[in-house]
């Protein structure tokens, strides 16, 4: 079995992930380098650890997590399926059983909230846990008079976490939103769709998607 440890030490898969954050930070998008994917991997991991996965699935979600986004390393446009193609050939190569690649695989090609769609588990783990990091430190620009209004959405974020209720019946996304920065309506108006797809991601794994900004409950 390849594992996520494996993953996380490639030197090859670190090459794509660091070069394909370098092209980004070009085009002036936010942080998606290893602190992002590690990220994402890991509350993936404990998603479908907390709702009882096996270890094996739970292993195979943190792959696909750390994987997620190396197709910004051809272009930012279609990245989840170009990125899927790299994940296949990447994997492939290191001896991956098909029907593990085809897990890892599928979950990529529908991390995007423009043309994904939470077709397993794994998927619905890998998109919630990729559209709930937003915070101050993934934005590069410290030029605060020339934010665009994804950097200013993103640096107003003092916290946010993602949790699951004790009773597994519900996913929470908590966010404290610094209103000097952007407004709650900023949030809404870029990351609406985001929280659409999470909440059709939820209800994939059996829960219901709950997004709180500011200690006020708004889905």
Do not use: W
Not at 63 to 80: P, Q, T
Not at 104 to 132: C, M, Q, R, Y
Not at 187 to 196: H, V
Request: proline residues 1%; negative net charge; hydrophobic residues 40%.
């Amino acid at each position: 079995m390849i594992t996520y440890e494996q993953i996380k030490n490639n030197e090859n898969i670190r090459t794509y992930i660091a070069k394909a954050d370098q092209a980004l930070a070009t085009m002036g998008y936010t942080d998606h380098s290893f602190g992002h994917v590690t990220k994402v991997a890991e509350m993936a991991g404990y998603i479908l650890e907390t709702l009882g996965q096996d270890a094996h699935t739970v292993e195979l979600v943190k792959i696909a997590g750390y994987l997620h986004d190396i197709g910004n390393l051809v272009n930012r446009v279609e990245h989840s399926q170009s990125g899927a193609v790299m994940a296949f050939r990447i994997l492939d190569k290191l001896g991956m059983p098909a029907e593990d690649i085809a897990d890892v695989v599928s979950a990529i090609g529908n991390h995007d909230e423009g043309t994904g769609t939470p077709v397993s588990n794994i998927a619905a783990a890998l998109f919630l846990a990729d559209k709930s990091d937003v915070r101050r430190s993934r934005v590069r620009n410290r030029d605060i008079p020339s934010f665009d209004i994804h950097d200013r959405v993103n640096y107003s974020v003092d916290h946010s976490d993602l949790t699951i209720s004790e009773d597994k019946t519900e996913i929470r996304l908590n966010i404290q939103i610094d209103t000097q920065y952007s407004s709650v309506t900023e949030y809404f108006e870029i990351f609406l769709e985001r929280m659409l797809l999470c909440r059709k991601a939820a209800e994939k794994l059996g829960l219901r998607f709950r997004l709180e900004i500011n200690d006020q409950l708004l889905m």
